[in-house]
């Protein structure tokens, strides 16, 4: 059994202490035989109405469902009939799996085998599904049970940060009687800078992240709270919505769709919440923008129109997966898993798309993000911890096509010309030339928090530094992501020097 298999099987585990319920046979010493060919994808059809938006706890429910029922013929005299199962599965409250067991009623009549239907949904897709397409966890519900109320800090013992003494330039986290010291990528003087604009505009929690795209090197992974001054590891805990960073996603899924940064469609209302009737074409639509500038807007009704028309839940899980998301990011701290549910349902799907779903994000991750833009394509584990010189670094992984990559950052710099962040970004004598960028907001109501976003990078044609800060508010608020993003660009830009461009004296020209 492969990793893979062995991970989507992880949650059916429990079945293999009830097999023999299902077992055929009144021999107890003979092994239950394995379900023909056959029998495994007339299970596997039955599962079908699932979908991958189930997920492991989907099937799981199948499966004791299928158990009960078998368990209750066992003590019915008129146990056997597997047509009396699918009846009473597909009864009309039982649900989507009610009607999928209904179907697996074989033509022989025999009974739902559990081992074979737990296996068959082991299997499913196994060899279409990439890592992250299911999320390796329950998904907690943006409006219902909103995880930031349960955040909480990252123990000493793992937060090399805050263990770091300043040696020279550098932050170095000692090592004991046996392990090396720890050179960090950070630079003291940004991390210093970010945290003290926190600090001077009391913001209730506060992240700012800095990384050098190519290399992955973490400049800065600054934070403060002023509600709660002890708490510590805010740039790597997934539990603030992603709100529309997520457009990103769906943004990179369009392009890969097709869809021209130029694509327009027309649009009415949606600034703060969606409904069905606004993804179909209506005389009240008053505006009309490109992908691009939609983008740079956060045009939540286009978004959602171009994902019901254009984009199934397979591809935007695809895409999310490949960048990431309900996918373990290696790094030197424990960093959470950025959490995405992605549903069927086509105004669902086109909620998410806007960036109104269940997706939640860590700054660290929404720098790397950014970053993925800026290399063309191209995602590069971040990295706290100088390597060794003779250490090698790992290839990026390409999840995007250069093409691809560069129509992104066509549609992110709108944000900054034209966009969300075009007034912050003008303000006199704080300018960052050539910046591009995602703004992204959205609030819990009780208690009331704002998740203010920006995520970034620049220079556009040569990237130097990739940026992503988040401010949670109160109702009374000072600054916003967007103010705490370009600060984050620019005091970056002034610390890292551009490279130095070599080029032949003149007399040289044409000697060899």
């Given at each position: ?31 239950p035989s394995p379900a023909a ?171 700012a992240v800095v990384l050098e ?300």
């Amino acid at each position: 059994m492969t990793m893979r298999r062995f991970l989507a099987a992880l949650p059916l585990f429990p079945l293999t202490l009830l097999l023999g319920a299902s077992a055929p046979g009144p021999d107890a010493n003979t092994a239950p035989s394995p379900a023909a060919p056959s029998d495994a994808q007339a299970l596997a059809q039955s599962v079908s109405a699932l979908g991958t938006d189930a997920g492991p706890v989907g099937a799981r429910a199948l499966v004791e469902k299928v158990e009960a029922e078998q368990r209750a013929q066992a003590a019915s005299p008129d146990a056997g009939s597997s047509a009396s199962v699918a009846q009473t599965q597909g009864a009309p409250d039982s649900g989507t799996a009610g009607e999928a067991v209904a179907a697996t009623a074989p033509e022989d009549s025999r009974p739902v085998d559990a081992r074979a239907l737990a296996e068959a949904l082991a299997a499913k897709d196994a060899a279409a599904l990439e890592p992250g397409m299911v999320p390796p966890m329950p998904v907690p519900s943006r409006e219902k049970a909103p995880p930031f109320g349960k955040l909480q800090g990252l123990p000493r013992a793992q937060d090399l940060v805050a263990r770091a003494k300043l040696e020279g330039n550098k932050l170095v986290v000692k090592g004991g009687k046996s392990a090396p010291d720890q050179v960090l990528t950070i630079d003291p003087g940004l991390q210093a800078s970010l945290t003290k604009i926190m600090q001077n505009y009391q913001v209730p929690y506060g992240a700012a992240v800095v990384l050098e795209p190519s290399t992955g090197r973490v400049l800065a992974m600054a934070e403060h709270s002023e509600a709660k001054p002890e708490l510590r590891g805010l740039p790597i805990r997934a539990v603030y919505p992603a709100a529309s960073i997520f457009k990103i996603v769906t943004g990179s899924a369009l392009l890969e769709a097709g869809v021209s940064p130029d694509t327009e469609a027309c649009f009415h209302g949606g600034n703060r919440r969606l409904n069905e009737r606004q993804l179909e074409d209506s005389d009240r639509d008053g505006a009309c923008y490109s992908l691009a500038l939609a983008m740079g807007k956060s045009a939540n009704v286009i978004f959602a129109k171009m994902t019901s028309k254009h984009l199934t839940a397979d591809s935007l899980k695809r895409m999310a997966a490949r960048l990431r998301f309900n996918r373990e990011i290696p790094f030197a701290q424990p960093l959470d898993v950025s959490l995405a549910y992605i549903p069927e349902d086509g105004f669902a799907l086109a909620n998410t798309g806007a960036g109104f779903g269940d997706v939640y994000l860590s700054p660290l991750h929404g720098a790397l993000l950014a970053a993925v833009a800026a290399n063309e394509g191209r995602w590069v584990d971040p990295t706290l911890v100088e390597p060794e010189p003779f250490m090698p670094m790992p290839e990026p992984e390409p999840v995007l096509t250069p093409t691809a990559a560069h129509e992104l950052t066509r549609m992110l710099e709108e944000t900054v010309t034209h966009g969300t962040a075009r007034g912050v970004f003008r303000e006199r004598g704080f300018q960052v030339k050539d910046a591009v960028g995602k703004t992204g907001t959205l609030a819990d109501r009780e208690p009331f928090r704002d998740y203010s976003w920006f995520v970034g990078f620049a220079p556009k044609d040569n990237p130097r530094v990739a940026v992503a800060a988040l401010i949670v508010n109160d109702p009374k608020w000072r600054i916003r992501g967007s103010y705490l993003g370009r600060e984050a660009l620019r005091l970056a830009l002034e610390r890292i020097p551009a490279p130095v461009e070599l080029t032949a004296p003149a007399g040289a020209a044409g000697k060899h």
